[in-house]
């Protein structure tokens, strides 16, 4: 989830620094290779999937949790604000699917079912797959991987490995079709080069294998050709990831919808298995039709055009933050996209907590401080956790703390009921903002990229639609 980018390895450099099994790997898909035709038009109206909570470790101390969240979040957030864009990044820490979503998808003929992260903020679909899988340092709470379903080309009749012309192997490579071909004659119309393995990085681990063209079976419909990603090596990965970004091989792009939207049951810090439904739009649907109730805002291009992962980010306008009533002043820059593509606020599923930048961080957590004299700072919390302000409210038999609201182009605003920005441990009795910000390196603008991360522990219990075809973004809050 935490990806961010696509590295353009060449077919001959993978091969000549991993392991034999890839090898093999290859050669078995070749026996089955075949081009890819183009994807037909998606006609149905909606799709209704599962949306559960990733199933997690019910830690027995909700303060280990809660810093796991915590570092979890930060990892992703440097993730996004720097995505490399040729080499990997070092920053994986720690398992990031505390405090992510999964839905089901099937693929293949007859269908596998395999579970997959919903992220808004990448675009590959991808998941384990062949007998031949491995993943390293992938051993997380109430998983065993051995159970966990991996996906089987060999026993799908529908699976083709993606050729290197296809104009869809362009997607993560050169889309220049003859630079990602160097063993075909150019003049031949005969060529049965693969496309070249693609490699993410992602900010807590990473994914590697090939491009399969492979039938997306959902109870409704079957979409043939969906462009997937058959891993064969990852690190850190507690399962596949179905990409919702704005790029080319994310599912919303693949199927051409118009609209997708969620409501995201609460994060609580336990192990049930309540899920609510991802809804996708496609077919006839068109024109400006509002949802009813719901506020919109407009989803904003990044002007940097260079910058590969910031097209993948659903930017929208934050214009002011208000704490208590009271606005934030925050400087212009940070809310709005420079030339240099940095700056500006995004909505990403796959984040746990909103991430600001520190400069901004400080200002709406120092208003907090300014506006909450009536309860004690826990300070040993705050320095165990990583978050603040932090209060001790022990004592009290009701909490008041002053309302947040983000205020976004076009008027919609959003105020957050105190559970998606206040934690609440009654073990202790300790109350928490949970945003987090990048403190190591104190008032420096370091690393660029989006000041702001709307996460998803931030959009509980609200109805969220990414309506595509009008290129906003719609939320109410709702009970899931
Ligand atoms: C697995 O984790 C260990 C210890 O955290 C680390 O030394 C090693 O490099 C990791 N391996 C991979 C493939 O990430
Ligand atoms: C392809 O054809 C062009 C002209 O027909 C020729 O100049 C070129 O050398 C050919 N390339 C190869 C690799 O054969
Ligand atoms: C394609 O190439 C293969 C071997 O490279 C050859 O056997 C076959 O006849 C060629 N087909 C066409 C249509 O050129
Ligand atoms: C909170 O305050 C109570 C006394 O009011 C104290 O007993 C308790 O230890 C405090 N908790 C923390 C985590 O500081």
């Given at each position: 989830?935490?990806?961010?980018?696509?590295?353009?390895?060449?077919?001959?450099?993978?091969?000549?620094?991993?392991?034999?099994?890839?090898?093999?790997?290859l050669l078995s898909l070749l026996s089955f290779f075949s081009f890819i035709c183009s994807l037909p038009d998606v006609k149905t109206t909606t799709i209704t999937i599962p949306l559960s909570r990733f199933k997690n470790n019910p830690s027995p101390d909700p303060l280990h949790k809660l810093t796991h969240l915590v570092s979890a979040s930060l990892t992703r957030a440097k993730h996004i604000k720097n995505p490399p864009e040729s080499h990997p990044t070092k920053t994986p820490l720690f398992p990031r699917s505390y405090g992510?979503?999964?839905?089901?998808?099937?693929?293949?003929?007859?269908?596998?079912?395999?579970?997959?992260?919903?992220?808004?903020?990448?675009?590959l679909v991808w998941f384990p797959c062949t007998h031949r899988y491995i993943c390293k340092n992938c051993t997380f709470p109430n998983q065993n991987l051995t159970t966990d379903p991996i996906f089987i080309p060999k026993a799908s009749s529908t699976a083709k490995i993606v050729g290197c012309r296809n104009p869809k192997c362009g997607w993560i490579h050169d889309p220049d079709a003859q630079s990602r071909c160097m063993d075909c004659d150019p003049n031949s119309s005969n060529c049965t080069?693969?496309?070249?393995?693609?490699?993410?990085?992602?900010?807590?681990?990473?994914?590697?294998?090939l491009l399969l063209s492979e039938t997306l079976d959902f109870p409704e419909i079957k979409i043939p050709n969906f462009v997937v990603g058959c891993s064969l090596f990852s690190s850190r990965q507690p399962s596949g990831i179905a990409g919702f970004g704005r790029g080319?091989?994310?599912?919303?792009?693949?199927?051409?919808?118009k609209r997708f939207s969620y409501?995201?049951?609460s994060h609580r810090f336990d192990d049930t298995t309540e899920s609510t439904s991802l809804n996708l739009y496609g077919g006839s649907y068109s024109g400006d039709h509002k949802t009813k109730g719901l506020?919109?805002?407009?989803?904003?291009k990044n002007p940097a055009t260079g910058r590969h992962a910031f097209s993948v980010y659903y930017y929208i306008g934050l214009r002011k933050i208000t704490v208590g009533g009271k606005r934030v002043k925050i400087p212009y820059h940070y809310l709005a996209?420079?030339?240099?593509?940095?700056?500006?606020?995004?909505?990403?599923?796959?984040?746990?907590?909103?991430?600001?930048?520190?400069?901004?961080?400080?200002?709406v957590a120092r208003e907090f401080e300014n506006q909450v004299s009536h309860y004690s700072r826990a300070s040993d919390v705050e320095t165990i956790t990583g978050l603040r302000p932090c209060f001790n409210v022990s004592d009290e038999k009701t909490l008041s703390l002053p309302e947040l609201v983000f205020h976004f182009k076009g008027g919609a605003k959003m105020a957050l009921p105190l559970p998606n920005y206040y934690s609440i441990f009654s073990a202790d009795g300790v109350v928490c903002l949970t945003i987090v910000t990048d403190g190591v390196i104190p008032d420096t603008d370091v690393s660029g990229g989006p000041s702001i991360i709307?996460?998803?522990?931030?959009q509980q219990n609200f109805y969220v639609e990414y309506d595509l075809e009008n290129d906003r973004l719609g939320f109410r809050e709702q009970i899931c």
């Open positions: 989830m935490l990806l961010r980018s696509l590295l353009r390895m060449s077919y001959r450099k993978i091969m000549a620094s991993s392991s034999s099994s890839f090898f093999f790997f992510g979503y999964s839905i089901p998808l099937s693929f293949g003929t007859p269908p596998q079912t395999i579970p997959f992260i919903m992220d808004t903020g990448s675009d080069q693969i496309c070249p393995p693609y490699a993410i990085v992602y900010g807590s681990g990473s994914t590697a294998g080319s091989p994310s599912l919303p792009s693949q199927l051409g919808l409501c995201l049951v506020s919109y805002t407009p989803f904003l996209m420079g030339s240099d593509g940095n700056g500006g606020a995004i909505i990403d599923s796959g984040s746990t907590f909103t991430f600001m930048e520190k400069r901004v961080f400080d200002l709307l996460g998803n522990y931030q």
